[in-house]
């Protein structure tokens, strides 16, 4: 019989688990609210709760389940399961993730960075299931990274590599959540192109939408809005200021982009690459494409429940 794993994508706001075969096919899926205002051991026995919910919900038992994966926000010891800070995640300091989910369990748990997990996710059964070398690109709340090397995650030294969001793209520009200046995340995410339509838009009706959304910003600019025009165009150069370092530092063979500008569709993949074609060395560059996720919001969940199945096959992390 198939062996199955749970993945678990543990966000500010949801919390969102998955049963996945050892194939990689997403079986059933629950999402809940993360209740993170509660602290850590409130949310950790709410994920425990969700690993018997999503394998009742798919019509299995707890005893089905092979391990747990699990993708958190914020720096951790990937080796140990013991998340050192999660910025959106009110307590999060130390948590011990894994041993914590183990003695609740009686099950083998994995725990990744988020973004490393996306990116596992999109190498085994997305958008880079034909390449050994990639990285993705998370455009959300911030911008995350997350890099397969020879089809291994590359994690770095202490488990922070990857973090293309806050390299600096413009010394002594805007602020950052991180507290430095002009990191690329101050300018290219999500939540940054909202802020700064914002700023340049001044008093208009748009601006003052008070749940103002990146998508908002990007079909306002496809409807003639010339400052969101101007904040759309910026973004594509800002991104692609970063994937040409992704590209000189790493030669890989694909760029993955994720999370909310997804919806901005080929048209603006396409300013994209044109930037990165100018800037880049050719010989970086010819090897290399830039693509959307295939696997959008499941990434996470089945990133995690993957990199579990890796560990439950070969002994060692994905």
Not at 22 to 43: I, K, R
Not at 210 to 239: Q, S
Not at 274 to 282: E, K, N, Q, S, W
């Amino acid at each position: 019989m198939a062996k199955r794993y749970v993945g678990i994508d543990l966000g500010g706001t949801n919390l969102k688990l998955g049963l996945v075969s050892d194939a990689g096919e997403l079986l059933d899926s629950l999402s809940v609210p993360t209740e993170a205002q509660e602290g850590p051991d409130h949310v950790l026995d709410r994920m425990a709760d969700g690993v018997r919910q999503v394998a009742e919900k798919a019509g299995a038992a707890l005893d089905d389940v092979a391990a747990v994966g699990v993708g958190v926000p914020g720096p951790l010891d990937s080796s140990k399961g013991l998340v050192y800070i999660a910025p959106n995640l009110p307590g999060w300091i130390d948590v011990p993730v894994r041993d914590t989910l183990q003695k609740a369990l009686g099950k083998t748990v994995v725990v990744e960075n988020d973004a490393n997990a996306a990116a596992y996710g999109e190498f085994r059964v997305g958008a880079g299931r034909d390449v050994d070398s990639m990285f993705v690109l998370t455009l959300g709340t911030g911008v995350g990274g997350g890099i397969v090397q020879d089809g291994r995650l590359l994690r770095g030294a202490s488990d922070t590599g990857a973090e293309l969001g806050h390299t600096i793209i413009r010394y002594g520009g805007r602020l950052c959540g991180c507290g430095n200046r002009g990191c690329l995340e101050a300018y290219a995410s999500a939540t940054a192109v909202v802020s700064r339509f914002r700023e340049e838009a001044g008093v208009s009706d748009l601006s003052r939408k008070a749940d103002l959304e990146c998508k908002d910003v990007f079909d306002a600019a496809d409807g003639g809005n010339k400052a969101a025009a101007r904040i759309v165009a910026e973004t594509a150069e800002y991104l692609a200021v970063g994937i040409t370092s992704i590209l000189h530092a790493l030669n890989p063979e694909l760029v993955v982009l994720t999370g909310g500008m997804m919806g901005a569709g080929e048209p603006f993949l396409d300013r994209i690459r044109r930037h990165v074609g100018a800037m880049a060395f050719p010989s970086a560059w010819k090897v290399c494409d830039v693509r959307w996720s295939t696997l959008g919001g499941d990434a996470g969940i089945l990133g995690a429940a993957l990199a579990a199945e890796a560990f439950d096959r070969t002994g060692r992390r994905a």
